[in-house]
């Protein structure tokens, strides 16, 4: 059985919102302060899974990232250009601009028939983590914290969340922790359990 995998680069402060700048905040670019070896390469340790799995973008992210990622040419780019993408969108994408993209449909009966076979990767997408977050499909988060702290911002987890901590490393200037997502019994009784 596949899982569901959200990587994400976030601040201290909780903060995934405008890593490189690209949406032109106040607080924007605070990712690449550290230089570009900060953010470069495959620091969330995908490895396989760029060939095994699938990458699903929400439509702006895809967009922003059709734009780059086709001319690069070192190893992780040419990793990334060859895996198999689908991008979540309610107005038609034109797919081509990047190898290897599809778009579902229905982004829910695309997870029931994929997730049963292959991992699916999520990268950003801020508004369709929260709509897999609010679904409970969300199995693991590999986020890699940067040692700044914004103060503004859209954070990861606006309500808060649960998580059950599978691993931490330096990786450059940041930390990649991996957590495990609770499910709902899982949660209710650990929220009971602090509180007794």
């Not at 997408?125 to 988060?141: C, K, N």
Request: hydrophobic share 40%; net charge negative; proline share 6%.
């Amino acid at each position: 059985m596949g899982k569901l995998i959200v990587v994400q680069f976030i601040t201290l402060d909780g903060v995934v919102q405008d890593p490189d700048g690209s949406d032109g905040t106040p607080f924007g670019g605070w990712a690449m302060r550290f230089g570009p070896q900060g953010v470069a390469g495959d620091k969330f340790r995908l490895g396989e899974l760029l060939q095994t799995g699938v990458l699903l973008f929400g439509r702006r992210t895809w967009e922003h990232f059709s734009t780059l990622w086709p001319a690069r040419d070192d190893p992780f780019s040419q990793a990334m250009n060859r895996a198999t993408k689908a991008v979540v969108s309610g107005s038609s994408v034109d797919v081509g601009r990047w190898a290897g993209t599809r778009q579902p449909a229905d982004l829910h009966a695309w997870l029931d028939e994929t997730l049963p076979e292959r991992d699916v990767i999520v990268i950003g997408s801020g508004t369709l983590i929260a709509q897999l977050e609010a679904a409970g499909r969300v199995d693991e988060y590999r986020l890699l914290t940067f040692p700044t702290a914004v103060g503004a911002g859209r954070p990861l987890f606006p309500e808060g969340r649960l998580l059950t901590l599978l691993s931490s490393e330096q990786v450059g200037p940041a930390s990649l922790t991996r957590y495990e997502t609770a499910s709902a019994p899982e949660a209710a009784a650990a929220s009971a359990a602090a509180v007794s």
